[in-house]
T-cell receptor, first 111, second 111 residues
């Protein structure tokens, strides 16, 4: 089970691009990288998932280098409503794998 | 497509009582995960059900139990409630373990 390490907190301002990096040095060949966003007292919301290179959707981009030992979630032009905790999750299907969440990164967006 | 639903949204109990929390997964999802999230903390894995069977459980005492019904909905039971059981209880469902989709949670308060 790949352990993930993220910064505990980050600060940004409205309109800026925010990049949150997650380290997962012992990622396995079959593991995917998934990011979630969580607001207080709500369930985590799926943002994006990738395996290698770059993935982009309507809300974020995910950059994964060739060695896959880290990944970076990029949020373009953040707004106050992006203030939340962001979790990086690494794992794959099959066996007895349990989605295990780390402490996450608390992002605060300032006006 | 309806997401994961949980009931009740809030639950207030006193010490020693029993609490029952319910979860309906996304249609077609056979796996259900339960997590506990104490205030300000990360998600702690509780239980995993798949195809009606308990597949794994986290480091919680036996008074935390549950089941999965033939329609894949699930129930979490917490017996002999203690003050420290106060938390947000999150249910997630998935087809693949590495992309769980979460419900809104049940806020349990033990007085």
């Amino acid at each position: 089970l790949a352990k993930t390490t993220q910064p505990i907190s980050m600060d940004s301002y409205e309109g800026q691009e925010v990049n949150i990096t997650c380290s997962h040095n012992n990622i396995a060949t079959n593991d995917y990288i998934t990011w979630y966003q969580q607001f207080p007292s709500q369930g985590p919301r799926f943002i994006i998932q990738g395996y290698k290179t770059k993935v982009t959707n309507e809300v974020a981009s995910l950059f994964i280098p060739a060695d896959r030992k880290s990944s970076t979630l990029s949020l373009p032009r953040v707004s106050l409503s992006d203030t939340a905790v962001y979790y990086c999750l690494v794992g794959s299907s099959g066996g007895s794998y349990i989605p295990t969440f780390g402490r996450g990164t608390s992002l605060i967006v300032h006006p | 497509e309806a997401g994961v639903t949980q009931s009740p949204t809030h639950l207030i109990k006193t010490r020693g009582q029993q609490a029952t929390l319910r979860c309906s997964p996304i249609s077609g999802h056979t796996s259900v995960y339960w997590y506990q999230q104490a205030l300000g903390l990360g998600l702690q894995f509780l239980l995993w059900y798949d195809e009606g069977e308990e597949r794994n459980r986290g480091n919680f005492p036996p008074r935390f139990s549950g089941r999965q019904f033939p329609n894949y909905s699930s129930e979490l039971n917490v017996n002999a409630l203690e003050l420290e059981d106060s938390a947000l209880y999150l249910c997630a469902s998935s087809l693949d373990p590495w992309v769980p989709y979460f419900g809104p949670g049940t806020r349990l308060l033990v007085l």
